[in-house]
């Protein structure tokens, strides 16, 4: 879907028209594409712990212009603050207004990203005061970012390191076009674990991945962004999808699966099929999910309990059946398909909000249940993003929910894909259990 007054006011004379007006002025985000350089401009990276000094090592290993300390007026592609020997809340100024002195001199579409640890492992009231303090400062500054430029963090608990596999893929994501929408967000790097890939323009190579409700919209476009990044595809959509569905897997050499999710059986039949056409299953995106909006005063039990089955029961039968299969044991990943709406509750949404914050919470308890294997499941949560689904809303209400966030413009079905695609990934493979939210910051619940 197109965006028409974000591509009016992105240049020119709508630029200034809106800029006198005070109206809002959303900017093109540069988003990723094949061969793209990572980041444009230099990369200060600042911070006097040995993990800023490492870091820097390993930007330049990638043939990055990386500065340690800023050169005035010069612009930036980057920042990358390093805060991962926090004590006390008084060791946030020195770096915090440090970093400061050089925001005016951020490019369009820059980066700006922390590196630090959860407060909850601080071990002093003093030292998580500092961490948590962190993520006001954080979230706030994402907020005041123009141009299309975004604040995001990563966090490492005790024991991992800032140059973790998981950790440098985070900060890849993040610097990248992949991490357009993303903004105001947190990743924690759990463990140790992952594996940067050979080639990063096809980190999937080698993986069988399927994609629930693919032949449309978010589906699809998670299907495409899968397959570019090397995955060999499994499609599944209803019948009633049919046409669709083959058509979506056509276009990324894939096979497809015409299959109702809320089926007993449906876990069994997504296996035996990738076992039987591609020897092995990989990764099981979770993204099939349905609405059914009415207030809760006029809800009744076929909108409430088709949503929840759909939604919820669907993924706890199948992730049953992939936990108990002998074929889902290789390093499996596991990505669901949340919501904002999950998060801060949506008027009308009662039943899917429950259902995508129940996604949320399976996750959750999922995580260690994988880990066993060398596994991850982890969520992306959506905001508003450009669909056939969000085309159909009144336009005054569309463009509030465009609006309402610190980028002032709706996501792209690619942007929910870019996330999905990096956390299917083996270098994520020390981030498990997390909720990575693609909503632009949205203002609500973000």
């Known amino acids: ?131 948590q303090g962190v993520d006001g400062f954080l979230r706030s500054l994402a907020k005041e970012l123009r141009a299309g430029a975004t604040a995001n963090g990563i966090l490492l608990p005790e024991g991992v390191s800032a140059t973790s596999p998981s950790a440098v893929a985070a900060l890849r994501f993040f610097l990248s076009g992949r991490s357009a929408f993303v903004d105001g967000q947190f990743l924690t790097v759990s463990t140790a674990e992952g594996r940067l890939p050979s080639d990063f323009e096809k980190p999937l190579a080698g993986k069988v991945a399927v994609v629930t409700g693919a032949a449309r919209g978010i589906g699809a476009a998670i299907a495409r962004t899968l397959y570019r990044d090397g995955a060999t595809l499994v499609l599944v959509d209803v019948p009633a999808a049919g046409d669709h569905l083959a058509g979506v897997a056509n276009e990324v050499h894939g096979t497809a699966l015409q299959l109702d999710i809320s089926r007993e059986d449906a876990g069994q039949r997504i296996i035996d099929h990738a076992v039987q056409r591609h020897g092995h299953l990989d990764i099981v995106v979770h993204n099939a999910g349905i609405t059914r909006d009415k207030l809760l005063a006029n809800m009744d039990h076929s909108r409430w309990s088709s949503v929840l089955n759909v939604n919820i029961a669907a993924q706890l039968r199948i992730n049953q059946a992939l936990m108990a299969s002998e074929h889902f044991r290789d390093s499996p990943r596991i990505v669901s398909v949340a919501s904002t709406s999950g998060i801060a509750g949506n008027r009308g949404q009662t039943n899917y909000a429950a259902s995508k914050a129940g996604v949320m919470g399976l996750v959750r308890a999922t995580a260690p249940l994988l880990a066993h294997h060398g596994g991850t499941i982890n969520a992306v949560a959506p905001g508003f993003i450009e669909t056939e689904m969000t085309a159909r809303i009144p336009l005054a209400l569309r463009e509030v929910g465009r609006r309402l966030n610190s980028l002032q413009q709706g996501g792209q079905p690619a942007d929910v894909a870019e996330a999905i ?26």
């Open 1 to 131: 879907m197109t965006d028409k007054y974000t591509q009016l006011v992105s240049h020119g004379l709508g630029r200034n028209v809106a800029r006198k007006l005070g109206l809002p002025q959303p900017a093109l985000l540069r988003r990723y594409k094949p061969g793209q350089a990572l980041i444009s401009g230099p990369i200060l990276v600042q911070g006097a712990s040995a993990g800023a000094e490492e870091l820097a090592a390993i930007l330049l290993s990638w043939d990055l212009d990386v500065r340690r300390h800023a050169v005035p007026r010069e612009k930036l592609g980057a920042i990358i603050l390093v805060m991962d020997e926090l004590a006390g809340p008084e060791d946030l100024e020195k770096p915090v207004l440090s970093a400061a002195s050089s925001l005016r001199d951020l490019a369009p579409s820059a980066r700006f990203i922390t590196v630090s640890r959860p407060a909850d492992g601080a071990g002093t009231p003093s030292g998580a005061a500092a961490r």
């Open 421 to 446: 695609a990096f956390l299917a990934s083996d270098a994520a493979g020390g981030i498990n259990g997390t909720v990575l939210r693609v909503c632009g910051q949205n203002v609500v619940g973000a």
